[in-house]
């Protein structure tokens, strides 16, 4: 298992920029890929970006593409999630991920994913 922590989430206004963070500890980190998820209430949790193991691959979700950047930093065991141009569809709490199988290029399925930080809310007000 690997222990999760984000950290970045607040409020911002709509056109505003966030940087979610997520430390990882536990597992080797820099042999997983690495996925961000949103929940709205009510809602699944979606993908919305994921970072295959070196980070030379990425995926976005159609909703966040141009907006949104997933990053990595193996050295500190971090990912990041850069949020610009947020709108108030973006309102979610957003949980970082690792999934259970080491390497390969993307993963893009919720069932691949076994470890989940605790999630941090992002709110966008009009």
């Known amino acids: 298992q690997v222990q999760l922590v984000e950290s970045g989430g607040g409020l911002v206004q709509a056109g505003g920029s966030l940087i979610l963070s997520c430390a990882a500890s536990?597992?080797?980190?820099?042999?997983?890929?690495m996925g961000w998820f949103l929940q709205a209430p009510g809602k699944e949790r979606d993908l919305v970006a994921a970072?295959?193991?070196?980070?030379?691959?990425?995926y976005y979700a159609d909703s966040v593409k141009g907006r949104f950047t997933i990053s990595r930093d193996n050295a500190k065991n971090m990912v990041y999630l850069q949020m610009n141009s947020l709108t108030p569809e973006d309102t979610a709490v957003y949980y970082c991920?690792?999934?259970?199988?080491?390497?390969?290029?993307?993963?893009?399925?919720?069932?691949?994913?076994?470890?989940w930080g605790q999630g941090t809310q992002v709110t966008v007000s009009l």
């Open positions: 970072a295959s193991w070196s980070g030379t691959n990425t």
């Open positions: 536990g597992r080797t980190f820099r042999i997983y890929g």
């Open positions: 991920a690792v999934p259970r199988s080491p390497f390969h290029s993307l993963r893009l399925s919720y069932n691949e994913y076994d470890s």
